[in-house]
C-alpha cells in the first residue's frame, strides 16, 4: 500500500513544476477515496482551456487509479472501485451562465474512458506447484451531467440535479478458498488459502440519478439518490440480459465550519437495493447504511 | 492611450463550505470557478475608476477571502467576509 502510495506521489512532481496560472493552465490532480476495506487513489494532470468571459471552460484530464487494498464482495461496489490500476482519460465542459447579477446558473458535461490490463494467478489443481497465469484488459466508459441552480440571494435555495450513466467490463480475481495440504513428513495436515478458479468479467451498466438541495439555511444538504444497476452474464458484454439491481440512498450532508480547513463535508444515508431481476448472492432485499467525509469538496459534487 | 495598471484579484475559501467564485470587473466574468481552493486572475485595468463585483456561492455563513494586488500602487490588502444564508455578493470601486 506504501508503495503505491510512493509512485502516485512520485508522478505528480513533473506536473506541479509545469503549473501555470495563464489562460491555459496545467495543474496537478488528485483524487483519493476510502472505505473500512477499500481504497483508491487517483493522480495525473488537468488541463484547462478558459474563456472566462464567455462562461466557458474546457478541461482534459489524463490520470491513472490504483487501488490501494484489496477487497471483498460487497453489494454497493458496482460504481467507480476498481481492483486492478486503471489509466483514465476525462474530458469535461462546463458552461456558466452566471452574469453580474440575476440568477446563477451553471452545466457541467462529462466523459471518460477508464482502461487497464492485469495479470491474475490461480491454482486450479489447489496446488502452488500448478500455478497459471491469465492476462485481461478491463475497461470502462463513463457519461455525466451536473447542473446548479440558485437565485442568487441570501437564503435562497440552491439545486444540483446530477445524472450520470456508466459501462463496465472489469476483471475480478476469484475469492481465495481454504485448501487441505497434503501430509507432510512430520505427519501434519495444513491448510493454506489459495484461488481456484480463474478470474471473472460481468459487464454492468449503471444509470444514476441524484438532486443536491441546499435549503439557502442552515449546514444541512439533502441527496436523495436512486441507481438502477444492470450485471450480464459471466464473460458476455451484454449487460441487459441476467441480473438487476434498484438502489435507493437518501444522503444527508453536514459542512462543518472549522476555520483554517474549509470545503470538508461529512455524509450518511440508509440504502435499499433491491433486486428486480436475475439472482446474485445477496439477499433480493438489502438494507443497511453509509458514512462519507470528504475532503476539498463541495455541494456540488456527488458523482 | 489609455493608461493602465497591473492588477491581481484571488478569493481564498477560509471556513466551512463555498461552492463557487465569481468575479466580475467593469462588468467583465474574470473568474468562475468552484470554491474549493484559492483562485487567482492577473491582468492589467485602466488607470481610470475600476468597478470589482464579487459574487460567492456556499453552505450557511462559510467564509472567503479577497486579495486585491496593484503592484507599485498600494500595499496588498486583503478582506474576509462570511455568506449569508449560502451567499454574498459585494462591489469595490478602486
Given at each position: 500500500?506504501?508503495?503505491?502510495?510512493?509512485?502516485?506521489?512520485?508522478?505528480?512532481?513533473?506536473?506541479?513544476?509545469?503549473?501555470?496560472?495563464?489562460?491555459?493552465?496545467l495543474?496537478?490532480?488528485?483524487?483519493?477515496?476510502?472505505?473500512?476495506?477499500?481504497?483508491?487513489?487517483?493522480?495525473?494532470?488537468?488541463?484547462?482551456?478558459?474563456?472566462?468571459?464567455?462562461?466557458?471552460?474546457?478541461?482534459?484530464?489524463?490520470?491513472?487509479?490504483?487501488?490501494?487494498?484489496?477487497?471483498s464482495?460487497?453489494?454497493l461496489?458496482?460504481?467507480?472501485?476498481?481492483?486492478?490500476?486503471?489509466g483514465?482519460?476525462?474530458?469535461?465542459?462546463?458552461?456558466?451562465?452566471?452574469?453580474?447579477?440575476?440568477?446563477?446558473?451553471?452545466?457541467?458535461?462529462?466523459?471518460?474512458?477508464?482502461?487497464?490490463s492485469a495479470?491474475?494467478?490461480?491454482?486450479?489443481?489447489g496446488?502452488?506447484?500448478?500455478?497459471?497465469?491469465?492476462?485481461?484488459?478491463?475497461?470502462?466508459?463513463?457519461?455525466?451531467?451536473?447542473?446548479f441552480?440558485?437565485?442568487?440571494?441570501?437564503?435562497a435555495?440552491?439545486?444540483?440535479?446530477?445524472?450520470?450513466?456508466?459501462?463496465?467490463?472489469?476483471?475480478?480475481?476469484?475469492?481465495?478458498?481454504?485448501?487441505?495440504?497434503?501430509?507432510?513428513?512430520?505427519?501434519?495436515?495444513?491448510?493454506?488459502?489459495?484461488?481456484?478458479?480463474?478470474?471473472?468479467?460481468?459487464?454492468?451498466?449503471?444509470?444514476?440519478?441524484?438532486?443536491?438541495?441546499?435549503?439557502?439555511?442552515?449546514s444541512?444538504?439533502?441527496?436523495?439518490?436512486?441507481?438502477?444497476?444492470?450485471?450480464?452474464?459471466?464473460?458476455?458484454?451484454?449487460?441487459?440480459?441476467?441480473?438487476?439491481?434498484?438502489?435507493?440512498?437518501?444522503?444527508?450532508?453536514?459542512?462543518p465550519?472549522?476555520?483554517?480547513?474549509?470545503?470538508?463535508?461529512?455524509?450518511?444515508?440508509?440504502?435499499?437495493?433491491?433486486?428486480?431481476?436475475?439472482?446474485?448472492?445477496?439477499?433480493?432485499?438489502?438494507?443497511?447504511?453509509?458514512?462519507?467525509?470528504?475532503?476539498?469538496?463541495?455541494?456540488?459534487?456527488?458523482? | 492611450?489609455?493608461l493602465?495598471?497591473?492588477?491581481?484579484?484571488?478569493?481564498?475559501?477560509?471556513?466551512?463550505?463555498?461552492?463557487?467564485?465569481?468575479a466580475?470587473?467593469?462588468?467583465?466574468?474574470?473568474?468562475?470557478?468552484?470554491?474549493?481552493?484559492?483562485?487567482?486572475?492577473?491582468?492589467?485595468?485602466?488607470?481610470?475608476?475600476?468597478?470589482?463585483?464579487?459574487?460567492?456561492?456556499?453552505?450557511?455563513?462559510?467564509?472567503?477571502?479577497?486579495?486585491?494586488?496593484l503592484?507599485?500602487?498600494?500595499?496588498?490588502?486583503?478582506?474576509?467576509?462570511?455568506?449569508?444564508g449560502?451567499?454574498?455578493?459585494?462591489?469595490?470601486?478602486?
Amino acid at each position: 500500500m506504501k508503495q503505491k502510495l510512493l509512485y502516485s506521489f512520485l508522478m505528480l512532481f513533473p506536473f506541479i513544476g509545469l503549473a501555470q496560472d495563464v489562460k491555459f493552465k496545467l495543474l496537478p490532480f488528485i483524487h483519493g477515496t476510502t472505505s473500512i476495506k477499500d481504497g483508491q487513489i487517483e493522480a495525473g494532470s488537468e488541463l484547462n482551456w478558459e474563456k472566462t468571459e464567455k462562461g466557458n471552460t474546457f478541461t482534459l484530464r489524463p490520470t491513472v487509479r490504483m487501488p490501494l487494498t484489496t477487497k471483498s464482495d460487497n453489494v454497493l461496489q458496482l460504481d467507480r472501485f476498481s481492483s486492478t490500476w486503471r489509466g483514465i482519460l476525462a474530458i469535461q465542459y462546463t458552461k456558466d451562465n452566471t452574469g453580474e447579477s440575476g440568477k446563477i446558473s451553471r452545466h457541467l458535461f462529462n466523459g471518460q474512458f477508464e482502461y487497464g490490463s492485469a495479470a491474475f494467478k490461480y491454482y486450479p489443481t489447489g496446488s502452488k506447484s500448478n500455478e497459471q497465469k491469465t492476462i485481461e484488459t478491463s475497461y470502462a466508459l463513463e457519461l455525466k451531467y451536473v447542473a446548479f441552480f440558485t437565485k442568487g440571494k441570501p437564503e435562497a435555495k440552491q439545486f444540483s440535479p446530477q445524472f450520470r450513466i456508466r459501462y463496465s467490463y472489469d476483471w475480478k480475481a476469484a475469492n481465495e478458498v481454504g485448501v487441505v495440504n497434503p501430509i507432510n513428513s512430520n505427519g501434519v495436515i495444513a491448510t493454506s488459502s489459495l484461488v481456484i478458479d480463474a478470474p471473472g468479467v460481468k459487464p454492468t451498466f449503471s444509470p444514476a440519478f441524484s438532486l443536491q438541495i441546499y435549503p439557502g439555511k442552515g449546514s444541512f444538504s439533502y441527496s436523495p439518490t436512486v441507481y438502477y444497476d444492470f450485471t450480464g452474464k459471466k464473460g458476455a458484454n451484454n449487460p441487459f440480459d441476467n441480473l438487476n439491481r434498484l438502489r435507493l440512498e437518501s444522503w444527508i450532508f453536514f459542512y462543518p465550519s472549522a476555520k483554517d480547513n474549509p470545503n470538508v463535508k461529512i455524509g450518511m444515508s440508509p440504502f435499499l437495493s433491491i433486486r428486480t431481476a436475475g439472482t446474485d448472492d445477496f439477499n433480493k432485499v438489502e438494507y443497511g447504511g453509509m458514512i462519507t467525509v470528504k475532503f476539498g469538496t463541495s455541494f456540488l459534487q456527488f458523482f | 492611450m489609455e493608461l493602465v495598471r497591473n492588477f491581481t484579484l484571488t478569493l481564498e475559501p477560509i471556513s466551512g463550505s463555498l461552492s463557487l467564485f465569481y468575479a466580475f470587473i467593469n462588468g467583465i466574468k474574470v473568474i468562475q470557478s468552484d470554491g474549493t481552493k484559492k483562485r487567482t486572475w492577473t491582468g492589467k485595468i485602466p488607470d481610470a475608476q475600476v468597478r470589482i463585483k464579487i459574487r460567492v456561492v456556499g453552505i450557511e455563513d462559510a467564509t472567503f477571502k479577497l486579495g486585491i494586488d496593484l503592484p507599485g500602487v498600494a500595499d496588498d490588502q486583503s478582506l474576509t467576509f462570511k455568506l449569508q444564508g449560502g451567499y454574498y455578493e459585494t462591489e469595490i470601486t478602486l
